[in-house]
């Protein structure tokens, strides 16, 4: 499809069954490649089943810097099943590379029990359209008439071999798979033996039983691979001393500990509930209090009565779990408790695409509840933004005495970037107005406001209630300081959007000197979408079409006056205004329209479950760019 | 002075109806927090939505009038960040055993060390007297149109189930007995519960003054060695059932009483001190100063020591490394 093929320069595709040790294989080799100082990006497709499904992960590897997305085709795919090799013939291309099990040339596309029906139809009548035999071995042949290198490799025989020599079962040797997966990626992105050795060592740390075994499997296929031509990856560019490997969830989970958030309660719910399971495990260290509550109304409330004592508190959750916890949020919001909500979006409604990602919960985490009820809310893009997105939460959900929401989504969350460790002493901890010394007439929401001097239950006597209420916090209904306290609960909102600067903070022009007045297309997004349309952008660019991002950061206080300046600019000058999104109707171009009167009227718009892919990105682009498109649905992605 | 129990009333006119069993109960519990000395500031009365939802507005210390049903939840937060301070819950029957009945009985497996006392009306006073869920089945009252078809939920059993550590039942308006449970309760280290039977004058009309008068009685005038203390493990299955027991009478003879006492479960507190060592000296509440700008509570080496699992060290293939993070891995558009 292109005229250059987008970053990062190496993508490796790894399939196999859910619970077979993808995760493994991918750990080994993210490790591997960042001890040699290299950025990746690893992003893991599953389904909601925890053994057998089809699931996959994407391995972007750079020698400058986080991959801001994937793409298609890929550089190297390694499969360890039949239904890998079925579900991803289509993503790889000339010059690719394919490892898989030969043991299953003959297994054909009927006999995949686990893959969805829907899927299966598909694929036959693709094959039958290219006149490809419905078998692994057919597709094989596919891809090489394609110009894609296939080798086999006889995973039984590898198997059988390890069960000799160890004494061990089938199950177990199986385990074993994972490293074959790893290693036939390594060898082939031309990693040596000691340098994949560094990745079994971190995974495996105090096995070094484990560590022996997993090499004696990588030198077999190492062995293999030894005459297949690698490919070669340019030297990694000033690499940091350490890089922190973390998931999104991850994080969010450090950045709270450097927060020093005293408490998190949580119900478990996927993508969240791995942030609250690594706060967990740490506790011991960090003293942070995890909770896990009986359910999401619970753990709301739980954070928030912590609060009210002084502590810096949170929960985590996704869709549904939100839903539950919103009369929660009303609370926090009318008793000006500073309570911060991460929220990692997946598909919806209801359960959705329970284990897929998504951007759908915009509009409920900006405007869900009942009454009026001002918040701030923060959308991350990045993992580091998500960590340091992770600390401003909760710094300004104490400086303005408010609900913060945080959002997320799965693609964030589940997928693993190498970090330099946070620098801690550029954070600082803001705890806003606190009264030093709370006498026996102490008024918990003294007016004006609208930040009151907070003190705490335990070193005061004061009053909350859900019902309006008094300087004290006693029940009110008289109009007058109805009106006063609606007014000082709002004003916070003011007061953040006086203090956040508009420019690079609540909103981020991308590249930062681009000019609005010399564009053709400026475009709108948010979040991990806006990440992946930096690289398009940067491609456009090379391109020759002048296309800049406008990124909204701060969805509350938003950033209207910029917005709205920017793109005027662009407008006047001719520019197209093209919103891209995670969902279906286009929620932050509506938020756009409404907050800063700006009308985004092309959109490309993926609703999948599956990220975007910076090729279909930018396929797009270019065809509303030659041919006038209003709007695009992306489909890419297994 | 603090000991006077005028010091924990509010100054607000209490606007429940004339003769309503929630001001014995209000009685009950302001005359206790002065007789125990409990300082205000380390008081917290954490209510849910109803009649009863209101009593923390007319009680001189720490009030936190919630959701409907969540008083629980917002009570278990306040007591784990600020795990000194006395925290008692109060809620309505349909607040704790209808919309709030997960979180009630969650609180029983955790055993923290709350009080959690049932303004037990039988009905949803606040909403104008439907059947509430500790009204039985077939009984008509007053605002209701037709007889109730749902059965009751027995508390006290539904407690001792859960695993509540102290379960017992009190009357609004015997204060003084009130006050001796109330205490006992308080004293408990674990989770207590008050089953407390409060006439609604305005919505029930069958289980009245009049009739508690005559069906209430106490569990030791008619068994006098009655003791319901499990004070080793071995004892525990033969007093709960004892407890049930007990707790199955309803109708024309109703017991008052302590009916389940297990001191031998850990309180919650302790549960996550043996798994959080720093939990004891810096809980929640206290693990940052009260200073308004400080510094994180970890440099950057301590990051990278607690969560060294993730962290990977660089060696590059050949030395021309600089030593020093990269701007690129700290990307302009997102410092
Ligand atoms: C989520 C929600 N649903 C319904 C209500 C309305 N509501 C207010 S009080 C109440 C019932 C209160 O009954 P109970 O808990 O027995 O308290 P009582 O008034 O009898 O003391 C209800 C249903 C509410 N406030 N919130
Ligand atoms: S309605 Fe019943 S419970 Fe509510 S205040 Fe009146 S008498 Fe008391
Ligand atoms: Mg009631």
């Known amino acids: 499809m292109s005229m250059d093929k987008p970053p990062p320069p190496l993508m490796a595709l790894i399939g196999g069954p859910q619970g077979a040790g993808l995760e493994t294989s991918a750990q080994v080799l993210t490790v591997a490649y960042a001890t040699l100082g290299y950025r990746v990006l690893a992003s893991r497709e599953y389904h909601s089943n925890i053994i057998g499904r089809h699931s996959y992960i994407l391995l972007g590897v750079d020698p400058a810097r986080v991959p801001r997305g994937h793409r298609y085709p890929v550089d190297v795919a390694s499969f360890m099943d039949a239904e890998s090799v079925f579900t991803h013939y289509k993503d790889v291309d000339r010059g690719s590379i394919v490892f898989y099990d030969s043991d299953v040339d003959n297994v054909s596309l009927e006999r995949i029990v686990s893959m969805e029906t829907e899927t299966k139809r598909r694929l036959r009548r693709e094959l039958e359209e290219l006149g490809v035999e419905p078998t692994v071995v057919g597709v094989t042949k596919y891809m090489k008439s394609m110009g894609v290198e296939v080798v086999g490799f006889s995973y039984r025989g590898l198997l059988s071999s390890l069960r000799r020599e160890y004494g061990i079962g089938y ?14 990626v390594a060898k082939l992105t031309g990693l040596s033996l000691e340098e994949l050795e560094e990745g079994l060592r971190y995974r495996f740390r105090s096995r070094p039983a484990l560590v022996e075994r997993n090499m004696a499997v990588a030198r077999r296929v190492y062995s293999h691979l030894g005459n297949v031509a690698q490919i070669a990856l340019p030297e990694p560019q000033e690499p940091p001393d350490h890089y922190m490997v973390m998931t999104g969830n991850e994080a969010v989970a450090i950045g709270k500990a450097v927060a020093g958030v005293g408490l998190q309660a949580y119900y478990p719910i996927t993508p969240a509930q791995d942030e609250s399971f690594y706060m967990e495990a740490h506790e011991d260290q960090t003293g942070i209090v995890v909770f896990q509550a009986e359910d999401e109304l619970a753990a709301i409330a739980v954070a928030t009565g912590a609060a009210l004592t002084g502590a810096r508190a949170a929960t985590a959750t996704s869709g549904p779990g939100f839903d539950l916890m919103i009369e929660g949020v009303g609370w926090a919001c009318i008793n000006e408790a500073p309570v911060a909500v991460t929220l990692y979006q997946r598909g919806g409604p209801s359960t959705g695409l329970p284990t897929r990602g998504s951007q759908e919960d915009l509009l409920d985490a900006a405007f869900a509840g009942h009454g009026e009820c001002p918040r701030i809310v923060v959308a991350s893009w990045s ?24 959002l997320l989504d799965k693609f964030l969350a589940n997928s693993v970037a190498t970090l330099p460790p946070p620098m801690t002493t550029s954070f600082q901890i803001r705890r806003g107005s606190i009264e030093p010394r709370p006498g026996s007439d102490y008024r918990r929401f003294a007016l004006p406001g609208p930040v009151s001097p907070r003190a705490f239950i335990g070193d005061a006597v004061m009053w909350y209630t859900g019902d309006e209420h008094d300087e004290y916090g006693h029940i009110t209904e008289e109009p007058e300081t109805r009106i006063a306290m609606v007014k000082k609960r709002f004003a916070k909102l003011d007061e953040a959007a006086r203090n956040i600067p508009e420019e690079g903070v609540r909103l981020h ?3 930062e000197d681009a000019d609005p007045s010399g564009l053709d297309m400026l475009i709108h997004s948010w979040g991990t979408a806006a990440r992946v349309t930096a690289e398009a952008v940067d491609m456009l660019r090379r391109r020759g079409l002048r296309a800049a991002l406008v990124r909204v950061h701060y969805f509350s206080p938003y950033p209207s006056r910029l917005l709205s300046s920017i793109a005027a600019e662009a407008h006047q000058a001719g520019a197209r205004l093209v919103n891209v999104e995670h969902n279906y109707t286009a929620q932050a171009a509506k938020i756009a329209a409404m907050k800063s009167g700006v009308v985004f009227d092309t959109h490309v718009l993926k609703y999948t479950g599956r990220p975007i892919y910076i090729d279909e990105l930018v396929e797009a682009l270019m065809a509303i760019h030659e041919k006038g498109l209003k709007e695009v649905h992306l489909g890419h992605g297994a | 002075m603090e000991h006077d129990p005028r010091r924990y009333r509010t100054p607000l006119w209490v606007d429940w109806c004339p003769g309503c069993g929630n001001y014995g109960i209000l009685q009950a519990v302001t005359e206790t927090l002065a007789e125990l000395g409990l300082p205000p500031e380390k008081t917290a009365i954490v209510s849910g939505i109803g009649c009863s939802g209101k009593t923390p507005h007319y009680v001189y210390a720490n009030g936190v009038h919630t959701l409907h049903g969540r008083a629980i939840p917002y009570a278990t937060g306040i007591k784990l960040a600020r795990p000194e301070l006395t925290v ?6 349909g607040d704790l055993l209808g919309i709030g009945a997960g979180h009630f009985v969650a609180l029983g497996r955790r055993n923290i060390d709350l009080t959690v006392i049932l303004h037990n009306n039988q009905v949803y006073g606040l909403t104008k007297g439907q059947a509430s869920p500790t009204l039985p089945y077939g009984v008509k009252t007053k605002s209701l149109p037709k007889p109730n078809i749902q059965d009751m939920i027995n508390p006290l059993a539904l407690a001792i189930a859960s695993g509540y550590t102290f379960v017992a039942r009190s009357y609004a308006l015997d204060i003084k007995h009130l006050k001796s449970v109330l205490k006992e309760a308080i004293r408990h280290r674990g989770a207590a519960f008050i089953d407390v039977l409060q006439p609604c004058v305005t919505y029930n009309n069958v289980y009245t003054v009049h009739f508690y008068r005559k ?4 569990i030791e005038d008619e068994e006098p060695d009655w003791d319901p203390i499990v004070r080793s493990p071995d004892e525990e299955t033969e007093k709960k059932a004892a407890a049930l027991a007990r707790a199955q009478e309803w109708g024309r003879r109703i017991p008052l009483g302590i009916f389940y006492v297990n001191k031998t479960r850990s309180p919650f507190e302790h549960r996550i001190a043996a798994r959080n060592p720093l939990y004891a000296e810096h809980p929640p509440a ?9 510094q994180p509570p970890y440099t950057i080496e301590e990051v990278m020591s607690i969560f060294k699992d993730r962290l990977v060290k660089v060696k590059t293939r050949n030395a021309r490394r600089s030593g020093i993070p990269s701007s690129r891995d700290r990307s302009p558009e997102e410092s």
Do not use: C, F, K, W
Request: hydrophobic share 40%; no cysteine.
């Open chain 1, 171 to 184: 199950a177990e040797a199986r385990r074993y798979i994972s490293m074959v997966v790893a290693a036939s």
């Open chain 1, 383 to 406: 993992h580091e933004e998500a960590l340091t997105d992770a600390v401003e939460a909760q710094n300004l959900a104490e400086e303005y005495q408010i609900p913060v929401i945080h």
């Open chain 1, 509 to 511: 022009l991308y590249p």
């Open chain 2, 88 to 93: 008692i819950v109060e809620g309505g029957d």
């Open chain 2, 215 to 218: 069906a209430l009685y106490r």
């Open chain 2, 286 to 294: 206290n693990r940052l100063s009260r200073e308004p700008q400080q």
